[in-house]
């Protein structure tokens, strides 16, 4: 069965950094690329990163590109966002999906953690 | 504003047949991207409900189908249920955004 769990999340000041992990079991991890979808509190969905499973390609939305990082340990089945120089309309519930596809474009979602809360305030 | 544009909100009651429409782009739909579908149930993740225009995951019911045609994509549900009200998401790829992206979602309610 897979299973997607997240933490990380917490309460953290503007400007300041914070870094999700998500701990992957239930398939080979390293076969398959993963991402961050986020969701705002009440609002739709919203990809944030995409990472490749272990040719080491990463994407990013335009609205993090720079200030956040994915990465991946295939050794930990774990995966990982830094987020630097947070604003406050980074706050949201922050979910680990796993991506399947026959092809990167046509990638979509099959399974997604709990999701953690990142709340971006003073 | 989401690149793909769902309703907001559709309705109907138990047993009937409603559909939510997914609105693209040349560079979404329109360039021949697959739309995937999922569910949100309230207060808990999105769920994969349907993959690559009309491919039911195991355990999905045949009541939920895809399709798309063009620059769109409609989720038909029928016999609608009590427990199919959810909020309701597509999603794609845009090649101008050079990113995966989602509709703004549409809240089914059941009546």
């Known amino acids: 069965e897979v299973q997607l769990l997240e933490s990380g999340g917490d309460l953290v000041q503007p400007g300041g950094s914070l870094r999700l992990s998500c701990a992957a079991s239930?398939?080979?991890?390293?076969?398959?690329?993963m991402s961050w979808v986020r969701q705002a509190p009440g609002k739709g969905l919203e990809w944030v990163s995409t990472?490749?499973?272990?040719?080491?390609?990463?994407y990013y939305a335009d609205s993090v590109k720079g200030r956040f990082t994915i990465s991946r340990d295939n050794s930990k089945n774990t995966l990982y966002l830094q987020m630097n120089s947070l604003r406050a309309e980074d706050t949201a519930v922050y979910y680990c999906?796993?991506?399947?596809?026959?092809?990167?474009?046509?990638?979509?979602?099959?399974?997604w953690g709990q999701g953690t809360l990142v709340t971006v305030s003073s | 504003q989401s690149v793909l544009t769902q309703p907001p909100s559709v309705s109907g009651a138990p047993g009937q047949r409603v559909t939510i429409s997914c609105t693209g782009s040349?560079?979404?739909?329109?360039?021949?991207?697959?739309i995937h579908w999922y569910q949100q149930l309230p207060g808990t993740a999105p769920k994969l409900l349907i993959s690559?225009?009309?491919n039911r995951p195991s355990g999905v019911p045949d009541r939920f189908s895809g399709s798309k045609s063009g620059t769109s994509a409609s989720l038909a549900i029928t016999g609608l249920q009590a427990e199919d009200e959810a909020d309701y998401y597509c999603?794609?790829?845009?090649?101008?955004?050079?990113?995966?992206?989602f509709g703004g979602g549409t809240k089914l309610t059941v009546l």
């Open positions: 999906a796993k991506q399947e596809g026959w092809e990167l474009h046509n990638y979509f979602f099959d399974y």
């Open positions: 239930g398939f080979t991890f390293s076969d398959y690329a």
């Open positions: 990472i490749c499973g272990s040719c080491g390609n990463t």
């Open positions: 040349s560079s979404s739909i329109g360039a021949g991207y697959d």
């Open positions: 690559g225009n009309n």
């Open positions: 999603q794609s790829y845009d090649s101008s955004l050079s990113s995966w992206v």
